[in-house]
């Protein structure tokens, strides 16, 4: 009887062992969104790299995705990753277009190909993407209270919109955001002078919480905007939100 129950046992433990290692390797620890904060290989600096904004990648483990901001333009494919691997060269990567200045945009998309493997601290703070046995790329994750407009949207571009005007048939506007915090703002009263395009440039900055904008000598005109998802809409003196029936009319949409 002894021999029959010890032979069931050592038959019980080998099942475990077995099903144990069929489990697949977890990654829970990739989810979330990562900010870069080293790259291997260029010549120049990194802050030189990513002056203005530095490049991000966000996992997502339920849809199996990763997208990004590469410092200019937004990125975004199929996350291909089995344990500790993990192939960017074939995550079929889709990508804005808008022009970008500098070599960080193309520094960051070239050396995400050569990664093929990575590690993550104990602590789960630090995100290292390897290739072979050197470490390519530093990112540090993002705590979920930090997303804002200005680390998490595409907001450079050109918005448009065509505003009241008190005397005209409305005022077309465009304005422009760079990534070197520089702007172009563009109007044109419709239906009064001689159609002329008047044009100012300057530079803006983002306020403490990287929601809202503002633009350095605009007098007579909104100077400070609200940053949403493609839009930009107009804040009172005060910074605050406005309100009334032509709220709507005020916004501008990214091209």
């Not at 144990?20 to 990739?30: D, M």
């Not at 290739?131 to 907001?155: C, V, Y």
């Not at 008190?166 to 506007?173: K, L, N, P, R, Y």
């Not at 803006?204 to 350095?216: E, H, Q, R, V, Y």
């Amino acid at each position: 009887m002894k021999i029959i129950i010890l032979a069931f046992a050592i038959l019980c433990l080998t099942i475990a062992g077995c099903n144990t290692a069929k489990q697949p390797k977890t990654t829970a620890s990739l989810e979330g969104t990562w900010q870069l904060n080293y790259i291997t290989g260029p010549r120049i600096a990194f802050d030189g790299l990513y002056p203005d904004k530095k490049p991000t990648i966000t996992f997502d483990l339920k849809e199996y995705r990763v997208s990004g901001n590469n410092s200019c333009n937004h990125y975004f494919g199929a996350l291909n990753v089995d344990g500790n691997t993990i192939n960017f060269t074939d995550a079929k990567m889709g990508m804005t277009k808008m022009a970008c200045p500098g070599e960080g945009e193309t520094v960051f998309m070239r050396t995400l190909e050569k990664i093929n493997s990575y590690s993550i601290s104990e602590d789960g703070k630090i995100l290292n993407f390897i290739m072979g046995d050197i470490a390519m790329m530093r990112f540090e994750k993002l705590p979920i209270d930090t997303h804002n407009s200005q680390n998490a949207l595409d907001w450079q571009g050109t918005y448009k919109g065509i505003t009241p005007c008190a005397d005209c048939e409305g005022i077309e506007t465009e304005i422009t955001l760079n990534t070197d915090l520089s702007f172009v703002i563009k109007t044109q009263y419709l239906g009064k002078g001689d159609g002329k395009v008047f044009e100012e440039k300057g530079n803006f900055a983002w306020d403490k919480t990287g929601g809202s904008i503002s633009l350095s000598g605009m007098k007579g005109r909104p100077s400070q905007y609200k940053v949403g998802e493609n839009k930009l809409i107009p804040l009172d003196m005060e910074g605050k939100a406005i309100t009334g029936q032509l709220t709507e009319k005020y916004v501008l949409i990214k091209e």
